[in-house]
């Protein structure tokens, strides 16, 4: 079994950004993968550029406090409260970003399931 520590997160993300090798120059690491789970390490600041994902996700926010936006365009956004804990599920193809997060801001991030997300059960 894999295991990475938020310290080395934390290396990862800076060490992928000074390589060019952050997924889509977002400030971010992916440690592992396993079939169609990859598991990354978000570290964003001032700013969340992320764009809608083919695959559904799960951020488990690691330190800080904000508001995630997600929704199925920009015109219905809803804003959702975090904190240090907090579980936040993002479909695939969804509007979703974090805003007016604090400086001190990272979260874990799943994203798992075929292009398009799983189907509801």
């Known amino acids: 079994m894999d295991r990475f520590t938020l310290s080395q997160a934390r290396d990862a993300v800076t060490q992928a950004l000074e ?10 690491a992916q440690p592992f993968a396993h079939g169609t789970m990859k598991l990354y390490f978000y570290r964003p600041r001032g700013e969340d550029k992320q764009p809608p994902h083919e695959q559904d996700e799960v951020y488990v926010v690691v330190r800080g406090t904000g508001a995630f936006a997600v929704g199925p365009s920009e015109e219905a956004l809803k804003r959702i409260p975090f904190g240090p804990g907090d579980a936040i599920f993002a479909p695939a193809g969804a509007v979703h970003r974090f805003e007016d997060f604090s400086d001190d801001f990272e979260t874990w991030v799943i994203m798992y399931g075929p292009e398009g997300g799983e189907t509801p059960g």
């Open 19 to 28: 390589a060019g090798t952050a997924p889509m120059g977002l400030p971010a």
